[in-house]
């Protein structure tokens, strides 16, 4: 299974980006879906959880601001990010917690990471 996602770069502080994060490979099927940052210096942090059925979950810090979505059909979980802030400088990893099989466990799987980068 391999997660590839895109979306990242560099924007202003007020502004927006949308990142996306499609699983290909051998995957059964996908629980759910969430978009992971870490900053320099920093743990990394939960900052969006979609489950199967839709039903979502921020971090303060982004809430009002972010918006988690899904494609089951494509197995694509995006990230639209608006009014952009400098504290939200970080990369972003996407994950999934999918099964290989019916009778597999669910387990994590990663994407690469995407860098955001918010000037002041």
Known sequence: VQLQASGGGLVQAGGYLRLSCTASGNIFSINDMGWYRQAPGKQRELVAVIG?????DYTDSVKGRFTISRDNAK???????????????????C????????????????GQGTKVTVSS
Not at 52 to 56: E, I, S
Not at 75 to 93: G, H, I
């Open 52 to 56: 199967r059925g839709g039903l979502t």
């Open 95 to 110: 994950n999934i917690q999918g099964r290989r099989t019916m009778l597999a466990s669910p387990r994590d799987y990663w």
């Open 75 to 93: 197995n694509t979980v995006y990230l639209q990010m608006n009014s952009l802030k400098p504290e939200d400088t970080a990369v972003y990893y």
